[in-house]
């Protein structure tokens, strides 16, 4: 790598459209969470109301349980579905294509077929678990305080482990034959080739994949809106959503502006400590 | 050489402000959902036949995140003309200054229902037009009732003789009474808030003032909904039902009665011809009045809207008794209105007595979260989590903080 | 390193392994979807009965016809196509530039710019609806494809850049040095080497950007209110009227937006193939 000033060149385009258009929102949304409705500065007071709500410290654990239970299966998953689908074998390319659909179903379609598909009266999971007596009662999946968010969680990862998968795969396919040979030689088995070789390949790659899931999951809202609302009883709800309803049903905007603030300051200091910590050293990786 | 760069840069002007949204002079921007279109646009022709000079351009809404695209183009100023609106909603815009008082356009306030200009009263002003109004009613399977020896035509009117026809019902696999416990906010509150008025109480006072959400009248009305569930008349997928869920699990013969409103009948006509219908008042407490909330629609116009006085016009032409007959899916605002053909038909008749019974849910600032607080509250008593007092208690700290 | 005679041959998952695992993997992937296909082939009553139907009675095309036909549909896929395909183009534009950037130099305040780029992302949704539409009202973009485009490109910019520099990273820099002793330029190393060695890495953060934009509901919901620029996840929304969803219909709606992108994919495989580095400075 080279200390050159070209560097700026490259990465100024881009900057400067993000920067126009994004520093323009947060500008107003700061200057939201210190106003009323009627435009009047009142300080730290949407702050002050924000949290103390009821719903708000709920919001906020629940957030991190969605976060850390969704990723880890999400990454997981993902990454032994990218190494069974880098293997060669007849129709993998359909079993590529086919692994794909959960994540391109739109997330509204996907949440509300789950919805039914898991509906304690109406859904075919309860149907296809009690007729052949696996279990004797339905399961109320949505309706039990202690099964819906671990359910809202399970929706989640089945979406999003195709994109995990395909981008590892794509990072596999790069990895250069004369890695293998060098494996080969050493007599390496095929989970030591997964471990050894693969793996610290697409570290890299693995790495950005989950910062994205982490910056994802902590801004969703679809799958749990759609489906849940929060419910019930605030069960599933996580700090966006939060943020949503604030601003679009109960009209305040201040309000929702405040949340924001606090929760994107957490949200960096989650980010910036991830990328210290396992995405540093730039330099060490190449 | 000079002139055609001149006329192409007039051109490209043009077509680039055309491109902008919004209206230019003379042209009416006009937001309706989908279920209006057909009835919209044949009014829409009608009107434009009779004012030429006004051009109306029909924009269609779907329900799903309406009040959010509507708060969206509302905020940031760039709203159309006339938007349609659930009454609840205009509160919260009046009061944050979003939309235009329009008592200039009401004439003949004597023939409106009175509770739906209420809805749209603030401040000693008319912030929106109603056109629509519905309450509910209870829809029963007659079938049902007489398999379990009721009689349909003579249905239970008061509490206990309404839970009783329910445990009758609850046999075989089916539920007697199904409430709603899930989906939106307004599902239950529609359902549940009118129990509460029935004896006296409900979640805030109308002056907005005062919590009543746990005041020993409320706690007992709340106690006979929640008890549906408790005692097994309710189905098992409650937490996860609102309105239409119910009816679905009506039309699959797993339910015997269920609340709503008349929109459903066309729906379980379409979908399951064999079951027949019947709708009943909803029941009273003993020596009591029944009770509703008055749901429906009504225009309003942005502050932001850029001819607002053409806009006032089609509104004007719009609450005419004869086009609100027509427009409306439900029953129009206006008593004339009522004598058109199509309120004729006889399952109708319940939801028309029904009618008078309908209340406006009080008008405050902060409502949605209100209603959100009470019905957190309903849910943890459905999750088993608290009783109906601590339930309740805790709703009422939270509203407490909010009035 | 020399060519050994004979090449060994690679340890693989064992074939039954490989068999399990892909029947598991199309059965969890598809299950839904399977269903969601079911649903637009039966008539309303058949879709809502206790217990549920395995197999309709009365198949149905009553749906694809009413969604082909009837509906706004065929205009909405053209409006999709069109935004995602330009809202995609310009974020990959725009990334592999600034992607280059920061994979191959390194300058003061490098790693401040890179988290910066994700800044934008962390901000919630509620946040940053209004103020966009705000932008685009005083830009005049509102219902226009530019303006749709433009946010597209904004909301995937970002994780765009983020992904395809860790794929740049992993060409070796080797590669560039000798091209640069060669006498070649930046730009050249990056459109003769970089980008023909990391296709399925351009591959993957196309997809990403496509389908995230393909698939994006409420900016669309807000930013398009016209029929001449509303997007297909709107249109399905149409279906759900006060009184009922068609749910048919919104099955069948659903269909036709996810083949597209299935289709994509799947034409996309041959990128997703091979990209080795061959050896070319080794030896």
Redo the contacts between chains.
């Keep these: 790598m080279q200390k050159q000033s070209a560097g700026y060149l490259f990465v100024l385009p881009a900057l400067m459209v993000l920067g126009m258009l994004i520093a323009y929102p947060i500008a107003y949304t700061g200057l939201l969470s210190v106003t009323d409705n009627a435009g009047n500065f009142v300080g730290l007071n949407n702050f002050r109301r924000i949290l103390a709500a009821r719903a708000t410290p709920t919001a906020f654990w629940n957030t991190l349980w969605w976060v850390f239970g969704s990723i880890i299966f999400q990454v997981v998953l993902g990454v032994l579905t990218a190494v069974l689908l880098n293997q060669n074998f007849r129709g993998r390319a359909l079993v590529r294509s086919v692994t794909l659909v959960p994540w391109v179903v739109p997330g509204i379609v996907a949440a509300t077929t789950w919805a039914w598909m898991l509906h304690t009266e109406f859904g075919i999971i309860n149907y296809m678990l009690t007729a052949p007596g696996v279990i004797d009662r339905p399961v109320g999946w949505l309706t039990n305080g202690n099964t819906v968010m671990p359910v809202m969680i399970a929706i989640n990862i089945w979406k999003m482990f195709p994109f995990v998968a395909i981008m590892v795969l794509a990072g596999l396919q790069s990895i250069s034959n004369d890695l293998y040979e060098a494996a080969r030689i050493d007599g390496a088995s095929f989970w030591e080739e997964v471990w050894y070789v693969m793996l610290p390949q697409v570290r890299s790659v693995i790495v950005a994949v989950t910062l994205l899931l982490v910056i994802w999951a902590l801004n969703h809202i679809t799958i749990i809106y759609a489906i849940t609302r929060g419910g019930p009883a605030n069960r599933t709800l996580i700090t966006p959503i939060q943020i949503f309803r604030t601003a679009f049903e109960s009209v305040q905007f201040g309000q929702a502006a405040a949340l924001s603030v606090m929760f994107f300051a957490v949200a960096i200091v989650i980010v910036f400590v991830y990328i210290k910590t396992l995405a540093s050293n730039p330099e060490e990786s190449r | 050489m000079k002139t055609l760069t001149m006329k192409m840069a007039i051109a490209a002007t043009a077509s680039f402000l055309a491109m902008s949204a919004g209206a230019w002079a003379g042209e009416v921007v006009w937001w309706t959902p989908n279920f209006n279109e057909a009835r919209a646009r044949q009014l829409v022709e009608k009107f434009q036949a009779a004012n030429p000079e006004v051009k109306v351009k029909l924009e269609i809404t779907t329900t799903d995140g309406l009040p959010q695209r509507i708060l969206t183009a509302l905020q940031s100023g760039a709203a159309p003309d006339v938007i349609d609106v659930q009454h609840g909603w205009v509160n919260g815009y009046a009061q944050n200054d979003l939309v235009l008082p329009l008592d200039d356009v009401l004439t003949q306030r004597e023939d409106y229902i009175p509770a739906a200009l209420e809805y749209n009263t603030w401040d000693g002003k008319l912030w929106g037009i109603p056109y629509r109004i519905e309450t509910h009613a209870i829809i029963i399977n007659r079938g049902d009732f007489k398999a379990a020896g009721l009689d349909p035509d003579n249905p239970p009117t008061t509490w206990d003789a309404f839970t009783e026809a329910a445990k009758k019902l609850t046999t075989n696999g089916k539920s007697g009474f199904a409430i709603t416990g899930g989906g939106e906010v307004g599902n239950t509150i529609f359902r549940s808030l009118p129990f509460m008025w029935m004896l006296g109480g409900g979640i805030i006072s109308d002056d907005g003032k005062q919590v009543l959400v746990n005041s020993p009248e409320s706690i007992k009305a709340v106690t006979f909904y929640t008890d549906f569930f408790k005692n097994g008349l309710s189905p098992s997928s409650t937490l996860e039902n609102d309105g239409t869920a119910n009816r679905r699990l009506f039309i699959a013969g797993t339910v015997s009665m269920y609340q709503s409103g008349q929109f459903d009948i066309q729906s379980i006509r379409q979908e399951n011809p064999n079951i027949d219908i019947g709708v009943i008042p909803v029941p009273h407490p003993e020596g009591g009045k029944t009770a509703a909330i008055l749901g429906g629609w009504s225009f309003v116009v942005p502050s932001a809207a850029k001819n607002p006085d053409e806009a006032k016009k089609l509104i004007a032409f719009l609450a005419e008794a004869e086009n609100q007959a027509a427009l409306t899916d439900t029953f129009p605002a206006r008593i004339s209105a009522m004598d058109a053909e199509r309120f004729n038909d006889p399952i109708l008749k319940v939801f028309k007595e029904m009618l008078p019974f309908g209340r406006p849910v009080p008008a405050h600032p902060n409502w949605v979260q209100i209603s959100q607080a009470y019905f957190d509250g309903i849910q943890r008593i459905l999750l088993g989590d608290e009783n109906v007092k601590d339930a309740m208690d805790g709703a009422a700290a939270e509203i407490e903080g909010l009035l | ?1 020399s060519s ?1 005679p004979q ?7 064992p ?1 039954w392994l ?1 068999i399990l ?2 029947v598991l ?2 059965l ?3 299950f ?2 399977w ?2 296909v079911l649903s637009s082939v039966k008539t ?2 058949e879709l ?5 139907i395995w197999w309709p009675d009365t198949p149905t095309w009553e749906n694809y016809r009413k969604v082909l036909f009837e509906s706004n549909i065929p205009r909405y896929f053209l409006n999709s196509i069109i935004i995602s395909v330009g809202s995609t183009a310009l974020a990959l534009v ?2 592999i ?2 992607s ?3 994979a ?4 003061r305040g ?2 401040l ?23 685009l ?1 005083v830009l ?5 494809y530019w303006g749709l485009i ?1 946010v597209y ?2 909301i995937t ?3 765009s ?3 395809l ?3 740049f ?3 070796p ?1 080797e590669l560039d040095e000798a091209a640069i002793i060669d006498g070649a330029s ?1 730009l050249g190393c990056l459109f003769r080497i970089t980008l023909p ?2 296709l ?2 351009l ?2 953060v196309m ?2 950007a496509f ?1 995230t934009t393909w ?1 994006e ?2 900016f669309a ?2 930013f398009a ?3 001449s620029v509303k997007t ?3 249109g ?3 279906f ?6 068609d749910w048919g219909a ?2 069948a709606a ?1 269909v036709v ?2 083949l597209p ?2 289709i994509l ?2 034409s996309m ?1 041959r990128l ?6 061959a ?1 070319a400075t ?1 030896g």
């Design positions: 390193m050994k090449t060994l041959k690679r340890p693989g998952l074939a490989v695992g892909s993997l199309v969890v992937c598809l839904p979807f269903w969601m309303l009553r809502y009965t206790v217990p549920p725009l990334a530039f600034a280059y950037g920061f191959r130099f390194n300058f490098k790693p710019l890179q988290s910066l780029v994700l800044v934008g992302q962390l901000l919630p949704t509620a946040a940053i609806i209004v103020p966009l539409f705000i932008t009202r005049g973009l509102v219902n226009t433009l490109m904004i910019l970002p994780l850049v983020w992904m520099t860790s794929y990273k992993n060409i820099v930046r060695l990391s399925p890495g591959a993957s997809v990403y389908v698939n509901f409420i919901l807000c209110t016209d029929s297909l996840p709107i399905l929304a149409e759900s009227t006060e009184f009922n969803t919104v099955m659903s937006m996810t992108i299935a994919f799947l495989q997703f193939v091979g990209g080795l580095t050896g080794k």
